[in-house]
């Protein structure tokens, strides 16, 4: 909740299997060296265009790649949409800001073989790539909208499958 941020990650933290981890508004979330998010389940990380969700480094003096990932394993839940192609449930990063990631040149937010969706986010100053979208499953549709990269590695990276749709 955002009464009790900021939130310091200390060791890796992983959404278990059909568990859902819910992330308010005006949450910061300020990850040690070398940690990591990985989701297996759902991350739902849905800020306000006011106040936004920040994943952050928890140094006094951040540097880009001070801690890992946000990571949606296989087994995460991809985002789905109704019919007008507005967000119905599964995996969302909106109105949020992901920053000084990427230790050992992975992408600050990894998506295998899923698709989160990924919405009015601000994703800079990481070591690597700010996203990278590997080839989530034929018929899901991949959402990256409204984003900003700035002062990455590398901007993003989707590989899409053969009816994958990019929108």
Same mark, same amino acid.
């Given at each position: 909740?955002?009464?009790?941020?900021?939130? =310091?990650?200390?060791?890796?933290?992983?959404?278990?299997?059909?568990?859902?981890?819910?992330?308010?508004?005006?949450?910061?979330?300020?990850?040690?060296?070398g940690k990591a998010l990985d989701v297996n389940?759902?991350?739902? &990380? =849905?800020?306000?265009?006011?106040?936004?969700?920040?994943?952050?480094?928890?140094?006094?003096?951040?540097?880009? @790649?001070?801690?890992?990932?946000? *990571?949606?394993?296989?087994?995460?839940?991809? &985002?789905?949409?109704? @019919?007008?192609?507005? /967000?119905?449930?599964?995996?969302?990063?909106?109105?949020?800001?992901?920053? /000084?990631?990427?230790?050992?040149?992975?992408? &600050?937010?990894?998506?295998? /073989?899923?698709?989160?969706?990924?919405?009015?986010?601000?994703? =800079?100053?990481?070591?690597? *790539?700010?996203?990278?979208?590997?080839?989530p499953p034929a018929g899901v549709t991949i *959402?990256?909208?409204?984003?900003?990269?700035?002062?990455?590695t590398g901007a993003m990276y989707v590989r899409?499958? &053969?009816?994958?749709?990019?929108?």
């Open positions: 909740s955002a009464t009790d941020s900021p939130f =310091q990650v200390t060791g890796n933290v992983t959404v278990a299997t059909s568990t859902t981890l819910t992330i308010e508004a005006g949450v910061t979330v300020k990850f040690d060296n389940g759902t991350l739902v &990380a =849905q800020g306000t265009s006011s106040s936004k969700i920040t994943f952050t480094s928890s140094a006094v003096s951040p540097a880009a @790649g001070d801690w890992k990932f946000i *990571r949606f394993n296989s087994s995460s839940t991809s &985002a789905t949409f109704d @019919g007008s192609g507005n /967000y119905l449930s599964g995996s969302i990063l909106q109105y949020c800001t992901v920053e /000084y990631a990427g230790a050992g040149a992975v992408p &600050a937010i990894n998506s295998l /073989y899923v698709s989160p969706f990924v919405d009015h986010c601000t994703i =800079q100053h990481n070591e690597s *790539r700010g996203l990278y979208v590997w080839i *959402r990256i909208t409204n984003n900003i990269f700035n002062d990455n899409a499958s &053969a009816g994958s749709n990019l929108a």
